[in-house]
């Protein structure tokens, strides 16, 4: 039986998880589900993932939500100490530091404070929004110092999980010149095999995202 990702083709979240299958040559039935009509609200998918949320992985009866579980699961099954999450526990956990960070911090200050606007509650990308956007990213900046990738010399797990949310905002109107070391690391992830196809997604969010507001970045 193959192994099953629930998705839908802009979430962020959900994107990182297509980079990690196209990254690793993983054969992954895609099946899109359409949020919006209530597809994950029916009582199948509940049954699978009571909190309604995609990505949602079937690996024959095994259930996963939460992309960067997913992530590292995939990893840990499949391609066990594969350098995008290599077995060595400091390496581990510099990784698992910023898929923590991404999840507690950086992608409720980025996406989570835009999400007003695509759930059509304004129509102003507000100063408040911009400014924590910004720091949010100044943060993030602050993993580059040392190294050229996230968390350090080599891609991991840990940038395919940030790219998804940052080429949204980059296709939704961010400048990301302010953030020189971030611009450059973007520029690196040109090296993965699913960056082009995420790119072209990043521009529809774009697209849309840009369709829903008055006043953008
Ligand atoms: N932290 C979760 C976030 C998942 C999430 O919020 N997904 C959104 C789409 S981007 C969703 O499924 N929303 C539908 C819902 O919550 O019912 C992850 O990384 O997988």
Redo the contacts with the bound molecule.
Sequence with gaps: MPITLYY?PM????RAVILLIKELGLTVELKEVD?RAGA??TEEFLRMNP?????TLDDNGFYL????AILTYLIDRYYPGHELYPNIPKEKALINRVLNHD?SVF?LKTLGELSAIYRGLTSEVSEEMKTSVSNALSNLELFLVRNDWIAGENVTVADLSLLPTIASMVHAGLDLSRHPRLLAWYDNCKVLKGYQDDQEIAQQFGTLFRSMVTKGF
């Design positions: 839908s979430s962020p979240p959900a949020v994950t609200r909190e309604h949320t995609i990505p939500a939460e992309s960067r999840l992608s």
